[in-house]
């Protein structure tokens, strides 16, 4: 017997599947040309690690010594990864490219990369998940390429915080890359938060003032499993709600209406606590519960792994290779039917609120996010 930690089930187990009915099996896949699972779910959003390298060392994902990175040449080269990006968009359907690591900016070819992906014929959205270490000085060159959108990873504006948390004392360099972003004209940056018990657990309602008053969507993120020394700990993660409590002792959080449309974070419009009703909303604040209140039914996201590998989920424990068929010479289609395939199997959720579930071999740095 299934037994739940208190969460609902996903919704989506018995949707149907358009075009054909819903079996195991290679089989019984439809013809259709996208991504879809099993669930009648269709990825549209991809995400391609460039690395496995990051120059951080957070606590909730690599050991203080790091981990041993793949050799350069195991991972994709800049005409596999462009070559993987138009399949993906001009036969797949993919319409959101965005690339992470690791950390994708110790790519020396980056601004090529993202030049050559904006130049497809059907140009998606491509946008940026990054610590910003060393972004001042490349933002420019990356929006020039045609980077629309810029994540980055910040869980706290205190120095001696952001040393404890990531173990180098950056917190400066973050900051000037994050204000790079906006002179080189690229707006509306993301700043993803983890909240850490003990650590920065009280810092959520000062970065969110601090993103406000810089025009920037700051989005809380549940600490997930996928840590080197898999040493998370359910019962001591702060949780969605948590993190709407603590907001709230500052601010008036009222839920966006618009649709979320797949995406991973649930939008609330932000108002100071005692504001009057004619008083201006200061902006939006994302909380992603991807633990507690999971979004897995409404999942669009297919991702590669720096070596070319396909997941279906962050918490997949297997992988398809397409890099290795593609350097072996198959052809679009061949490589384009792997990658239906490997999604037609996405499971139905992640499992991390069933017992009995098991963290993947592999950490979020080896993975991408």
């Known amino acids: 017997m299934t037994v739940m930690l208190g969460v609902p089930e996903v919704r989506a187990a018995h949707r149907a ?5 819903v079996t195991s099996g290679a089989a019984s896949r439809p013809a259709v040309p996208g991504l879809l699972d099993t669930f009648g779910r269709t990825a549209t959003d991809l995400r391609i690690s460039l690395t496995d390298r990051c120059n951080l060392r957070c606590t909730y994902c690599m050991p203080a010594e790091g981990l041993p990175f793949q050799p350069p040449s195991t991972l994709m080269q800049r005409d596999e990864i462009v070559r993987l ?7 797949l359907g993919v319409r959101q490219v965005r690339f992470t690591g690791g950390e994708p900016l110790l790519r020396k070819d980056l601004v090529e990369i993202i030049r050559d992906v904006a130049a497809l014929d059907a140009r998606p959205e491509i946008s940026l998940t990054t610590n910003a270490i060393g972004l001042s000085g490349r933002a420019v060159a990356l929006a020039e390429a045609g980077l629309d959108r810029v994540n980055v990873s910040l869980d706290t504006i205190c120095p001696e915080t952001f040393a404890i948390i990531t173990r180098r004392p950056f917190l400066e360099r973050v900051l000037k890359g994050i204000d790079a972003l906006g002179l080189a004209g ?41 840590d080197a ?19 709230s002792e500052r601010f008036e959080l009222t839920p966006d209406a618009a649709p979320r449309d797949g995406a991973p974070a649930e939008l ?11 008083d201006p909303e200061l902006g939006t604040v994302g909380i992603i519960a991807s633990v507690t209140e999971a979004f897995c039914d409404d999942c669009r996201r297919t ?32 490589i384009a039917d792997l990658w239906r395939q490997a999604m037609w199997a996405k499971p139905a959720g992640h499992e991390m609120n069933l017992i009995g579930f098991q963290q993947p071999d592999r950490p979020m740095s080896a993975i991408g996010g």
């Open 229 to 247: 020394d898999h040493v998370w700990d359910r019962a001591a993660m702060i949780t969605a709600e948590q993190i709407r409590e603590r907001l």
């Open 17 to 21: 599947v358009p075009g054909g009915p």
């Open 186 to 226: 690229i707006r509306h940056t993301k700043i993803n938060a983890v909240l850490l018990p003990g650590i920065n657990d009280t810092h959520g309602p000062d970065l969110l003032e601090w993103a406000l008053a810089g025009g920037h969507q700051l989005r809380f993120i549940e600490q997930m499993a996928l």
């Open 303 to 334: 991702r590669l792994t720096a070596e070319g590998g396909v997941r279906s989920c962050l918490f997949s424990h297997t992988e398809t290779d397409l890099l290795g068929p593609m350097r072996a010479g198959a052809g679009d289609d061949e």
């Open 85 to 91: 990006a138009r399949l993906a968009t001009e036969v």
């Open 268 to 278: 609330y419009r932000v108002k100071r606590r005692g504001a009057s009703v004619d």
